[in-house]
């Protein structure tokens, strides 16, 4: 789970959009009267005085909102509760009623947290006062109580996941849908419009933005330098929806600086390009790569202005570091975050990789179940693989090429996992 204290999710009254509310606001709840459109009964009832009248039985129809928050970050989106309450009342069935919220108190309990999904118990109580628009209030008025309870499953984000693939050919700037690698694909360029986020791999580097332009079915590089002939050209392209089939924008920022190969420490004043060192707090997730591999999460820190190496080996002198930020967002500009953990081996002379595998010095999560995270990277020498080219099950990565990676060159299998409270 994305929280340290579970004891810290609250749940509040709330707009559609996810504003909080005073419950004791006018329609901050709504209260419908919907006896007309029912068939309804009496009943014989005594007053505090001693005396009988006959009561009418009410329905009202309650909606409203509630929204999960940790301190106050709002975590997931508005949860709609609607309910039927009946009630009696000794005033005429076809009489005007006016309904007021008395009493309202929202709590939640942890039933499981399997695979990282939180399974919650959402209860909400609710005291209201309804009486008469118009008559004497004395008598004809009654206070009733509402419990509501929600089981409330967080879900992974559906994420959409397709890699164009390619070969540069010397001095050729665009490419097209026709120079698409079928055995890997046949989409072709898609749409950016249309994704979440895409990024550009040459020969297993990714690529600044200024270094490329996009538009459905043509890529054109911008490149002074130019790759060495048949270096794979790849464009991995991510979409997230919602339930509601709405895309999640995302945007990514690169911090770009050469390693010296003496300190361990790095700040924006080391930059090359424009962006500096972003508060992780302020992205959804981070990747560092250095001379192009993947690092495992433990090898460094980042906070605002500064990346760290906790590793004694400091990377050599002239390799390129590279920090990639991922700003994935809801439709309404609400910042989602993501979860990463990184399966890291060293190839060897077969294609089947375990848990067994695993370089525990970075990690001992062993392959995660891909059915409980939202999508994948495979990275093998530097170089992000076609999802042909492999499968994973919980516990297993199988490599389904003929050619086997060089023994000893590093594999490292990425989840990214993003669930419906962030």
Request: glycine share 4%.
């Amino acid at each position: 789970m994305w929280f340290t204290n579970l004891s810290k999710i609250d749940c509040h009254l709330t707009d559609k959009h996810g504003n909080i509310l005073n419950p004791y606001n006018p329609m901050a709840i709504s209260y419908s009267d919907v006896t007309r459109f029912l068939k309804t009964r009496s009943k014989r009832i005594r007053l505090p005085s001693g005396k009988y009248v006959r009561a009418n039985q009410f329905v009202v129809y309650i909606q409203g909102y509630i929204s999960l928050f940790v301190e106050d970050n709002r975590i997931s989106n508005p949860i709609p509760f609607r309910i039927y309450k009946s009630f009696y009342l000794c005033v005429p069935k076809r009489t005007d009623l006016s309904f007021k919220t008395c009493y309202f108190n929202c709590g939640t309990k942890v039933i499981s947290n399997e695979n990282d999904l939180l399974n919650l118990s959402i209860k909400i109580n609710i005291g209201s006062m309804a009486q008469p628009k118009t008559q004497p209030k004395t008598f004809c008025q009654r206070y009733f109580t509402t419990e509501i309870n929600i089981t409330y499953r967080e879900s992974l984000l559906r994420t959409e996941v397709y890699q164009y693939n390619t070969l540069y050919e010397e001095d050729k700037k665009e490419y097209t849908n026709e120079d698409e690698i079928p055995e890997y694909g046949n989409r072709g360029i898609l749409d950016p419009e249309m994704v979440s986020f895409f990024n550009l791999y040459i020969n297993g580097v990714v690529q600044p933005r200024e270094n490329y332009d996009i538009e459905q079915g043509k890529l054109t590089l911008n490149i002074v330098d130019a790759p060495v002939e048949n270096a794979p050209i790849l464009i991995r392209f991510v979409t997230f929806r919602d339930s509601s089939g709405d895309i999640y924008p995302a945007e990514i920022y690169y911090y770009n600086t050469i390693s010296d190969g003496i300190k361990n420490e790095y700040i924006d004043e080391d930059k090359i390009g424009d962006t500096g060192i972003i508060d992780p707090e302020e992205v959804s997730f981070v990747n560092l790569y250095v001379n192009d591999v993947l690092q495992p999460e433990v090898n460094y820190t980042v906070q605002k202005g500064l990346l760290s190496f906790q590793t004694s080996d400091i990377p050599p002198k002239d390799v390129p570091i590279t920090l990639e930020f991922i700003k994935i967002r809801r439709p309404n500009g609400q910042l989602v975050k993501a979860k990463t953990y990184t399966f890291n081996a060293l190839a060897h002379e077969s294609n089947i990789y375990t848990n067994q595998d695993e370089l525990i010095i970075y990690g001992d999560q062993g392959i995660l179940d891909p059915k409980y995270t939202s999508y994948n990277n495979l990275f093998i020498n530097a170089v992000l693989q076609p999802f042909v080219n492999y499968s994973v099950e919980k516990g297993l990565l199988t490599l389904n090429t003929d050619d086997l990676p060089l023994k000893d060159s590093p594999v490292s299998l990425q989840f990214i996992s993003i669930t419906s409270l962030y």
